[in-house]
């Protein structure tokens, strides 16, 4: 009992310190703070399609620019072009943090191709 | 018989607080880091909408400081006021999770903050994200628990006193 005590006692200050850089040192990490967000201006012909990123559909239509996290995000916007035909494009984007990206939808596809 | 004193105990126990504490440090930068890589995208609000939603966010987060901070004044109080009185560490456990819940909640309360501060930033336009709203949530309902802690405590230390 006398020699875990013993034990004990020595580990205490390192355990301490370690408490110590726990509590201090996540507030300088990079990972313990969000990345900063990326922009994505998604436009169309004719405008007022309907936008939905990550299977969440959004609250305002063409042409706006949404705030994004940082990483992949599947984009899709659908509506009718001047026709009246059904026009559809879907792409994975990449967006970087602090980023401005844009995309341009119409009734064949991405304009410029989305890569 | 009169129970020991909790601080008199054996190093072993000052090593079991210590250990809990690094394994409780751990696991909130874990739930940091989960909460700050959710992903968002966002359609931002109007100006006056988001001043709206900041308003009563910090009235809400003013209320749970004001009232977890309150907590740690009542409990610290009740432990201090009857100096010859020793509690027993099965007696003290919900004085114990009462004042570790109320302490993440303040963790959680000021995260939210930070990532309330982070949106305003960087104009991402709107509160509804999981960055804030996770915390936000996690802030309330850690209050709670502690609530239920700090009453479980009181009500056994009324017995007690009867």
């Not at chain 1, 984009?75 to 559809?88: C, F, H, N």
């Not at chain 2, 939603?53 to 109080?77: H, K, P, Q, R, S």
């Not at chain 2, 930033?121 to 709107?126: A, Q």
């Amino acid at each position: 009992m006398k020699r875990t005590n013993m034990k004990a006692r020595r580990l205490l200050p390192v355990l301490k310190l370690a408490l110590g850089c726990l509590f201090l040192f996540p507030a300088l990490l990079q990972s313990q703070m969000p990345q900063r967000p990326g922009r994505l201006t998604v436009d169309s012909t004719p405008p007022g399609a309907a936008v939905t990123i990550d299977s969440q559909p959004m609250s305002r239509p063409t042409p706006f620019t949404f705030v994004l996290s940082p990483g992949q995000h599947s984009v899709s916007v659908s509506g009718k072009d001047q026709a009246g035909r059904e026009m559809r494009c879907t792409a994975s984007l990449n967006i970087v943090a602090g980023s401005a990206k844009a995309v341009h939808c119409t009734a064949k596809g991405w304009d410029p191709p989305v890569k | 018989m009169t129970a020991k004193p909790l601080t008199g105990r054996l190093p072993i126990a000052r090593l079991s607080f210590y250990i809990v504490c690094v394994v409780l440090v751990g696991v909130m930068w874990q739930v940091t880091n989960y909460v700050n890589s959710r992903p968002y995208p966002t359609a931002p609000e109007s100006q006056p909408e988001m001043d709206k939603a900041v308003d009563a966010y910090e009235n809400i987060n003013n209320l749970l400081i004001t009232l977890g901070t309150g907590l740690l004044g009542a409990m610290g109080f009740l432990l201090t006021s009857k100096p010859r009185q020793h509690y027993r560490l099965r007696e003290m456990w919900p004085a114990i999770l009462s004042a570790v819940f109320v302490g993440l909640s303040l963790y959680f309360g000021y995260i939210s903050y930070q990532n309330v501060e982070f949106v305003l930033l960087n104009s991402v336009g709107t509160l509804d994200v999981d960055l804030v709203q996770l915390p936000k949530t996690a802030h309330f309902y850690t209050l709670l628990l502690g609530v239920f802690f700090f009453a479980d405590f009181v009500m056994q230390d009324l017995g007690k006193a009867d």
